[in-house]
């Protein structure tokens, strides 16, 4: 697999699982992506064996750019010339959603998959706002508002929401 970038679609699997997609109707695209959150969640221990954590993180960033709070996830896919409209699936999905989250977390919470490998201090950083990105957007959709501890802080890192 090629990775030149910390972003949700900066490596050959995201790449290849975009163009899956464009070739596929609304209905196709949904079980395409709920196959991925779903072996995510029922078989993390197999993540680079079926789905890599780059695929799972891209297919959370679909959904998330179908819901209202994704505007930057939307620019980042038609930046790279991809018909939005091929990609997010219509609709009020919050089922989706919930399993985009869920499978997010696993591959890319504390000690995901998506963190391991990364060569720069840097690039780790940037790869887990990436993630922190994505779940925000999600949470956001679900439960109306950016993440919280239970005295009401807010938690600004993934790796928190995970540990709380």
Do not use: K
Request: proline content about 4%.
């Amino acid at each position: 697999m090629g990775t030149w970038g910390p972003g949700a679609f900066d490596n050959d699997d995201a790449l290849d699982l975009l163009d899956t997609l464009t070739e596929q109707d609304a209905v196709s695209r949904r079980e395409t992506l709920e196959r991925i959150f779903r072996r995510t969640r029922e078989y993390p221990q197999d993540l680079n064996w079926t789905f890599g954590p780059g695929q799972v993180v891209a297919a959370a960033a679909v959904v998330a750019a179908g819901l209202p709070t994704g505007e930057a996830i939307v620019r980042e896919i038609t930046e790279r010339d991809y018909d939005l409209s091929a990609l997010v699936i219509p609709g009020d999905d919050p089922e989706l959603a919930d399993s985009a989250l869920a499978a997010l977390l696993t591959t890319a919470g504390r000690d995901g998959a998506w963190h391991q490998g990364w060569a720069h201090a840097g690039t780790a950083l940037q790869a887990h706002r990436t993630a922190d990105q994505l779940a925000s957007v999600l949470y956001r959709y679900r439960f109306g508002s950016l993440y919280r501890d239970p005295h009401g802080q807010r938690i600004d890192d993934l790796a928190c929401l995970i540990a709380a």
